[in-house]
Structure formats: structure tokens, C-alpha cells
């Protein structure tokens, strides 16, 4: 594994532009490097990445009916007890499930580690299955990269196969908070993928989501919602007011209602137990757990949290780094401290995608600080050698 620099493509502005990326630079940071690299080998990706992302995968499968049917783990996971029957009865339909995203440690040398599952509404998704990618032809097109370069990407192809074990009688619709823009052109990329698998689609508000007489969701032309993507975590949506309507609406949301429990850092903890001293695993404790004491270096995270806010990272017991937030009202774990891959440039999480129950596709993402946030940036990957 190695960073390297190289020329950017003349026109990707224009490129961006043209397909929707709009969002290519957020919060007035630049969130696209056209003109760097992270450069694997073949066999880093498939030993490194791929088989061991296949098998947290599996892993993860296996314990979902050990949580859910587990009332100290729901309250671990702190689940909303007059809701846990929907997360519940979600798992024994087994509802369908689209994709996913770990977020691993690897910096070149031994096994990766599994910091965390993304398996509710993970992003960057068009970023690596298709920007990415159109970098990749067009950079050895243009001479930059040699004619036998490659990518660990095919995460579109395992999305359009992922939306095409839907039923298809209905119209497939699409919710997000659309006036966030990597939420809305998440949104419409996936739009188009279950469109290449044969789905009627239709975008809409998350807020416009309406419920009929008979208590059924419904969209703005007052049309009862059978099956919706909705890019909204279920920590918020068992937590809205609407959710007391959810016991009855069946399998309408995708992802559903039981990755609640994966997306959850709670399941770390519970992974180390089932998993003691798997080599992708990092130790991980509940704070109230005696063995979490035994941690020097750990990295403490809210069981609920996004783009790592309220994570804190120790060193020899002490505080290191620390991201401000709005999460820890649920709880906490704690889980050992494992180095990123470091260069002058910042630190790199690797985001390696699982769609339907394949791993499929390699996302890097950079950051300034060890705490991978919402400056952090895209950077393509290759496979050389």
C-alpha cells in the first residue's frame, strides 16, 4: 500500500459536473483528489481486504439473530423497547437488504481491522463505483497509469444485482433529506441502479412522507408507499414520531429495520466476545465492562455517531484527539487503538463495500486528524503489480 501523486485529468471539473458531483468539494474543502492515489497489489486486496471484509460479513449475519432475539443486547444497543418487535419481526421475515460499508484499519503491515460497520446509509457510494472508476479508464487512456492497472470495483454491478431481488410491481421509491447534496446524489446514483434492474423509481423528501387512513406511508400524490430506500438512519427514524406506524408497515423500508443492530457500535463488543482474538477484530468492551479497563491505547465511541463525532482516542490512558459532537446519550464502548495508514497528507480508513451479502468494492478516505471526519476527502485507489 503506498500513496503516490499524479497529473489530474485536464477537464474532471467538467467531468464532475456533468454527472452530478457536485458535492467534489464540501464545506468549502476540497472532498475529490483527481491528482493522488493509493496503490495496492493484487494480493493486498484480495487476502488483505476482500476475504476478510467477506467474512466480517458473515460474521455480522450470524450474530443478528443472537442480538435481536436477546433483550440485554437491544439494551445494550439501547433499541427502543416498544419498538424492538419491529427490528425483531424485520429479522424473522429476513427482509431484504441492499449494501454496506466497513471502515477498516490497514497501513500495509499484517491483518486489517474492523473500526466499525456502516450497514444503515453509508455514502460515497457513487464516489467509488463510478467516479472513481471513470478516473481509472480515463487516466490510462490519457497515459498516467499503465495499461494493466485495475481496480478492487464492482460495486455497481453488485448494486443493480442487489435491487433486482426486489419485487418490481410497485414503484421503488427513494427518500433522503434532498436539500443536502452527497445525500441527493447518493440517492439518485442508487435511483439509477434500480433502474438498470428494471424498478420504477420515484425521489422524494424524507419529510414528505405522508400516512393515509389505514395508517400506511404515502407519497406526495397521495400514493401508499410499498418500498422505499430511505437514506436516513434508523437511530432517527425509531426516535420520529411517525415510528409508532412502523409495527405495521412490513418490509416498506430498505435497509430494514434489523441493521439497526449492525450499524450500532454496540456490535463491536459483541463481535470480540463471539469472535475472541479474531485477526480482524480489535478488543471491544461496553465502558461498564471491568475488561475494558485493561485498554491503554482505545479509542472511545458513542454507540450512535456519525462522521466521528464525540469519538475520543487515548494513548497511555491519556487523551489524544477528541471531535466535538452531538452524540453519548446512549452510551459508549471502548475499543483498542489501531494506527491508520499515515503519510504527510493526513491518515487513510479504508471503506471496503459489501452489496446484497458480497464484498465487492474499495473506497479511501483521508483525513487531517486520526479521527476520520466531514473534511475528510476521496482519494481513488489502483491495483499495480
Not at 280 to 303: C, E, G, H, I, Q
Amino acid at each position: 500500500m503506498k500513496r503516490i501523486t499524479l497529473s489530474a485529468r485536464p477537464d474532471w471539473r467538467d467531468k464532475a459536473r456533468a454527472v452530478g458531483f457536485g458535492f467534489h468539494v464540501m464545506y468549502g474543502e476540497p472532498y475529490w483528489l483527481d491528482d493522488a492515489a493509493y496503490t495496492f497489489t493484487l494480493d493486498e486486496i484480495e487476502m488483505q481486504i476482500e476475504e476478510p471484509s467477506q467474512e466480517l460479513h458473515d460474521m455480522c449475519m450470524d450474530l443478528v439473530g443472537e442480538i435481536v432475539s436477546s433483550e440485554e443486547s437491544l439494551d445494550r444497543l439501547a433499541i427502543p423497547e416498544d419498538l424492538r418487535d419491529v427490528v425483531q419481526r424485520s429479522w424473522q421475515r429476513r427482509d431484504r437488504h441492499l449494501y454496506g460499508r466497513f471502515d477498516l484499519a490497514y497501513d500495509g503491515n499484517g491483518p486489517a481491522k474492523l473500526l466499525e460497520y456502516n450497514a444503515d446509509t453509508p455514502t460515497s457510494v457513487f464516489e467509488t463505483a463510478y467516479f472513481q472508476f471513470n478516473w481509472l479508464t480515463d487516466q490510462i487512456a490519457l497515459g498516467v497509469l499503465p495499461k494493466d492497472a485495475d481496480q478492487y470495483n464492482f460495486l455497481q454491478e453488485s448494486l443493480v444485482e442487489a435491487f433486482d431481488q426486489f419485487p418490481k410491481e410497485s414503484i421503488f421509491h427513494f427518500a433522503a433529506i434532498t436539500d443536502n447534496e452527497e445525500d441527493r446524489g447518493t440517492t439518485v446514483y442508487l435511483m439509477d441502479c434500480a433502474v438498470q434492474a428494471g424498478h420504477r423509481v420515484e425521489l422524494l423528501d424524507i419529510r414528505e412522507i405522508g400516512i393515509d387512513a389505514q395508517g400506511r406511508y404515502t407519497d406526495l400524490n397521495d400514493r401508499v408507499i410499498d418500498r422505499c430506500f430511505k437514506l436516513y438512519p434508523w437511530e432517527f427514524m425509531l426516535r420520529e414520531p411517525f415510528a409508532r406506524e412502523l409495527a405495521r408497515s412490513g418490509d416498506v423500508f430498505v435497509e430494514p429495520a434489523w441493521k439497526a443492530v449492525l450499524s450500532n457500535k454496540g456490535l463491536l463488543p459483541l463481535l470480540w466476545k463471539r469472535y475472541p482474538n479474531h485477526p480482524n477484530l480489535l478488543p471491544s468492551y461496553f465502558t461498564d465492562d471491568p475488561a475494558a479497563s485493561t485498554l491503554t491505547d482505545y479509542v472511545r465511541k458513542p454507540l450512535l455517531s456519525r462522521e466521528g463525532e464525540n469519538v475520543t482516542i487515548f494513548r497511555d490512558g491519556r487523551e489524544l484527539v477528541s471531535a466535538p459532537g452531538d452524540y453519548g446519550e446512549e452510551g459508549f464502548i471502548v475499543q483498542a487503538y489501531a494506527p491508520l495508514f499515515e503519510t504527510d497528507n493526513g491518515f487513510a480508513v479504508l471503506g471496503s463495500w459489501i452489496a446484497g451479502d458480497r464484498a465487492c468494492g474499495l473506497a479511501v478516505r483521508e483525513d487531517r486528524s486520526r479521527i476520520t471526519a466531514n473534511l475528510s476527502r476521496f482519494v481513488p485507489h489502483v491495483i499495480v503489480g
